[in-house]
């Protein structure tokens, strides 16, 4: 047998493990008809991102899923790919052209863009060596890009069909601006923040002089594009004033009072500004009202001429010299301080404008219905279903999403203009001449798509679409997604209304949403903090296994995650204790020969370790199913460390020295557990697994297309666990008292075991070598009825009681001696924490964890001073 080194070193492995499954095509799909299929499509990183370590919680989530089903029979298709990003990739390269004194004008469209290709050349594939890194098991050779050839076509075509049908549309409308990008945002693209602001009261006069009204505003330079004072129809103080003009403080435009149902009562005076063309409620009631739009800010966020004496000055510069105006000339009634929910761009945090601006939009409603159908009606699920009520809500209220951007790097808009006739031409090959007149004299629209236009056709686009292909065929619709909450808008819901409309089916059936990673004290990760944790780092400190099972094993359902390096170098811990039971195995493989395991013919021990595997294969399965990603680690974790190292590992060494058949069996077991265990952890942590697997006597070319393990109900066995418990209680009792008494590890203890039971007594004599050997016993007593032993320590069992006596073990004067200055000890830390507990500031003013923790520490406390307590009755016996 192959002899492992006594340590494991990652480094190095895991690139010839990673090189290998790549070599032998194990991540490509066969195409096998007789196969189930499974297909999952990478949520694709901007080709501007390096890997962080919400990606990697992301992608081994979506790994341990795709190796799973690999194993279990699966034709696997995990579809990678990356997104070429607009405005970030066109912010990143037009940093380098101002490094240069250059801008992308000095350049010209045409060699700007041939620049951002370049860059994305050099750079853009740096976060998949990193995901490889990881482990990621994606079929490379299907690598896609939201720009390459195929998915261009898929973008085009979805516009020109959505043109067709009356779904796009060109106009006027108010939109989100950034003008530091200087592009259009959705709605879902600006961040909104509360900002310490203020509220503004100002008169407004009516034009017959004969009083005023007082309107709040929370951005007064806006005032400059007021086209109406609104109020509400059924508040009594204005309803008289209805219908009346009013003049425009520093501009002297007059303006109408009307009345809408959407006004706030309640919000300042209950009067409120109406300024079209810069907020979207007041876009909306314009349109009700038909009210003029006044445009009094440009697309740099600089007053227009609209603006009169404000022309020309930053939109901050205007407020300030617009506040000091109105004082000045008496308009300004009282400012207050105010918390202002502020728009800010998702990509460069600037301030956003809502602003008029002729652009294009999806009509959005008629794509929204059937997508809230598919959901409401159980085709897609959604995990965990508390997100249900939020895609639904944000679904319910959907409005029209502004496709154009006013960037060069992107999808270009399929839309040209005849300068001759004026005729709009949305078309899938360019156009030579204009259909209605004939003329070549045409105009490309200039503005790009929406980077989440073309991402909204990825599920199909990846696969082919427009094309009949064979992976369409085969793999769509795609079986789940993973992803995390904060594209459940940008992304997800948009993948379902295309999916939808130009599949005609689902994209998905299940759609996983799992929660941020936080730092260890629950805080968002920021660089400005210090508290990120780069993963590469950590793959390079502890190895990917390490870091992957950390993440699995913290994936709760709903919660964020804590996470901390010492939770990392917590599960290297684990990865180590894997490596050495390996070692003990191949070790003890002397004269090893295969048998056939029937459980007749097998120790308790092993009868017991075979039937726990079983019922752990179980509950791994069930949990994955159930997207339970932390409870199937768990599951593993506590097997493999607690019931299969600590307890049959030590028990295996009772047959192994006892040679024969005997040692035969042990042998066997402890291979087939070992192994068993490899393959299901497999898909947490690959790239050990795959090493070991390799040591160890198999049949197969690599552990990653070996079968995933199944329950062999031939080993299951509740009779024999609760053998075997009650095995393991009277050593974990017997332990515990060497532990309180501090005695030597390797002195035998005399004991004495007390029960009523005749079956019990049965059970533990013929199991008693194996007490022996993992409690470290000796003049083992096991009776049916007796007089429990004075001056001796006990543990009162379910069916037994356990005594040693302590008469020749311990020094008894020394020994109350400690016990009492502990208790002292343990009893004054309990009068702190009591007094904690009941003072009524601590309880409301203290963190709810710090809370739980002292009322933890209480319940410990309190049991380890009956225990201390307990124990000096028992030598207090001996002494008199």
């Given amino acids: ?27 490509r ?83 700007f863009l041939q620049r951002v290709w370049q860059w994305k050349e050099r750079f853009g594939n740096r976060i998949i060596e990193q995901l490889k890194r990881l482990g990621a098991s994606c079929d490379w050779s299907r690598l896609r890009f939201t720009m390459d050839e195929g998915l261009s076509r898929a973008v085009r075509e979805v516009f020109v ?61 806006t005032m400059l594009g007021d086209t109406a004072v609104a109020v509400h129809p059924e508040d009594e103080r204005y309803r008289n004033l209805i219908g009346r003009k009013i003049k425009l403080p520093l501009i002297g435009r007059e303006i109408p009072i009307i009345a809408d149902k959407s006004v706030d009562p309640e919000f300042g005076t209950g009067a409120v500004k109406v300024t079209p063309a810069h907020d979207f409620a007041d876009f909306e009631m314009a349109r009700r009202h038909n009210l003029p739009f006044v445009k009094i800010m440009d697309e740099n966020g600089r007053m227009t001429e609209e603006a009169g004496p404000y022309a020309g000055l930053d939109r901050f510069e205007a407020r300030k010299k617009v506040v000091a105006d109105l004082e000045a000339q008496g308009f300004l009634v009282k400012t207050e301080d105010y918390e202002v929910m502020l728009g800010h761009c998702y990509r460069c945090d600037c301030v956003v404008e809502p602003l008029l601006s002729k652009q294009w939009f999806v009509r959005m409603k008629p794509l929204a219905q059937p997508a809230t159908a598919a959901v409401e009606n159980g085709f897609i699920r959604l995990v965990p279903e508390q997100w249900n009520n939020l895609y639904f809500d944000w679904m319910y209220k959907i409005r029209d999403w502004c496709i154009s951007r006013q960037i060069w790097w992107g999808h270009r808009i399929p839309a040209w203009t005849c300068q001759d006739c004026g005729k709009t031409i949305v078309v899938r090959e360019d156009p030579e001449s204009c259909p209605e007149c004939g003329s070549k004299n045409l105009r490309q629209e200039e503005d790009v798509l929406d980077t989440w236009f073309s991402s909204a056709l990825w599920p199909f686009s990846t696969l082919g679409w427009p094309e009949k292909t064979e992976d369409l065929k085969a793999f769509y619709p795609t079986s789940v997604l993973v992803t995390s909450f904060d594209i459940l ?153 607690h019931e299969f190292c600590d307890w049959y590992v030590e028990a295996s060494k009772l047959y192994l020295r006892e040679g024969g058949e005997a040692k035969r069996l042990a042998q066997n077991v402890l291979l087939h557990v070992l192994e068993t265990s490899l393959r299901l952890l497999h898909p947490f942590m690959p790239f050990v697994t795959e090493e070991l697997w390799q ?68 059970v533990l004599r013929e199991h008693s070598p194996l007490i022996e050997l993992l409690a470290g016993t000796e003049a083992l007593q096991i009776e049916v009825s007796g007089e429990r032993p004075r001056g001796a320590a006990s543990v009162v069992l379910t069916e037994a009681e356990v005594f040693v006596p302590l008469a020749n073990l311990v020094d008894v004067a020394q020994e109350i001696k400690r ?48 225990r201390l307590e307990e124990n000096l009755e028992r030598l207090k016996e001996i002494e008199t």
């Fill in 695 to 762: 040591a160890l006597p198999h049949e197969g070319q690599s552990i990653m297309v070996a079968p995933y393990p199944k329950v062999e109900e031939k080993f299951v066995s509740p009779e024999t666990e609760k053998e075997m418990d009650l095995v393991r209680e009277v050593v974990v009792a017997v332990r515990g008292i060497r532990a309180d008494y501090r005695l030597h590890p390797t002195r035998k203890l005399p004991v004495v075991i007390l029960t009523s039971e005749e079956s019990v007594k049965e």
């Fill in 489 to 641: 808008f940008f992304w997800v819901a948009r993948m379902i209304m295309m999916g939808l409309h130009f599949m005609g089916n689902i994209p998905f059936r299940t759609v996983y949403i799992h929660a941020l990673v936080r730092d260890e004290k629950g805080q968002k990760m920021s660089k400005s903090r210090g508290n990120v944790i780069d993963p590469v780092v950590m793959i390079e400190k502890y190895g990917a296994d390490a870091l992957r099972f950390t993440l699995a094993a913290l994936a709760a359902q709903g919660r964020d995650i804590k996470l901390s390096e010492s939770r990392i170098e917590g599960f290297k811990h684990f990865v180590n204790k894997i490596w050495n039971a390996a070692r003990f195995v191949l070790m003890n493989l002397e004269d090893y020969e295969p048998r056939e395991l029937k459980s007749e013919a097998l120790p308790l021990p092993s009868r017991w370790i075979l039937s726990r595997l079983q019922k752990t294969i179980q509950k791994v399965r069930d949990r994955l199913e159930a997207y339970e990603f932390d409870q199937a680690a768990l599951a593993i974790y506590h097997f493999f460390w």
């Fill in 161 to 221: 069909r959505l043109w067709e049908e009356g779904l796009i549309y060109r106009g006027d409308y108010i939109i989100n601006w950034c003008p530091r990008c200087h592009t259009a945002l959705a709605d879902i693209e600006v961040e909104h923040k509360p900002i310490a602001g203020n509220l503004w009261y100002i008169r407004y006069p009516l034009t017959d002089g004969s009083g005023e009204v007082v309107v709040a505003t929370t951005r007064p330079e």
């Fill in 819 to 866: 016990l009492s200055k502990e208790k002292e000890k343990y009893s004054k830390e309990l009068a702190r924490v009591r007094a904690r507990l009941e003072n009524p500031n601590f309880i409301e003013k203290a963190p709810e964890e710090v809370v739980t923790k002292e009322k933890i520490r209480a319940e410990e406390l309190t049991e380890k001073l009956k």
């Fill in 29 to 111: 799909p066969k195409l096998d008809p007789r196969k189930p299929k499974f297909c999952v499509v990478i949520p694709p990183p901007n080709v501007t991102g390096s890997l962080h370590i919400g990606h990697a919680l992301n992608n081994t989530i979506q790994d341990i899923l795709v190796r799973y089903r690999r194993m279990d029979g699966y034709d696997v298709l995990w579809l990678p790919g990356t997104d070429h990003a607009g405005i970030a990739t066109q912010n990143v390269v037009e940093r380098e052209l101002a490094r240069e004194g250059k801008t992308r004008h000095d350049l010209g469209r045409e060699a």
């Fill in 1 to 27: 047998m192959k002899e492992l080194p006594k340590a494991y070193d990652f480094r190095g492995l895991e690139e010839k493990w990673y090189r290998y499954w790549e070599e032998q095509g194990y991540f």
